[in-house]
């Protein structure tokens, strides 16, 4: 006997890093498989011309076509696979209109792997969903499945406010900055700076190389990496 067939993704993002990074992603999450990868919306359209897909990871800015404008073409053409909007924008308009498109989730780059397994598992939950609720409560506990996500919990130690500003500081700084340079800009210690540092390395937003100087050892100089928004 087997089991329930697996939820297939495509993954469209046009920083191939990135999409690399994301088919890897979903790979690792049971009930998942990455059937494929686009880096711009006409290779993706061609993509679901020929091959079924049932959920799309969607960068909301390709080259291209706004994700916004595409998921609705495909959504004319037809196409009813669901979406998971990955984007850096946090424009609170582009959500609303996204809902009428059939995007059920949204990710903020940059997200660690624990952020997007959390919304892959509780979009497998709503799409195991099936037959006939039994009244309102139970509509209402499918959607709340899908649309109140938990928090992914950061490594130990490490909190998203100050996170953000660690990445916005690096973000900021054309030329990188060192772990104490990011210390000095936030308010926090070089130690610390240096745990959200490798952190963001960790999850390709950001790289570091050595710094020589004059005497000593080199320094490590963090610059932000980036990916299209």
Known sequence: MTGPRPIRVLVVEDDPV?????????????????????????????????????????????????????????RAAGHHADVIAVTSARDLAVVREGVSLGVVQYVLKPFTFATLRDRLVRYAEFHAAAGEASGQDEVDRALAVLRAPAPAALPKGLSGPTLERVTGALREAAQGLTAAGVAEAVGISRITARRYLEHLVDAGRAGRSPQYGQVGRPELVYRWVPQSR
């Open 18 to 74: 990135a999409a690399d990074a994301h088919m890897l992603y979903v790979g690792r999450v049971p009930g998942f498989v990455a059937v494929g990868k686009a880096h711009t919306g006409a290779e993706a359209r061609r993509f679901l011309d020929r091959t079924p897909v049932d959920l799309l990871l969607l960068d909301l800015h390709l080259p291209d076509v706004h994700g916004l404008q595409f998921a609705r073409s495909l």
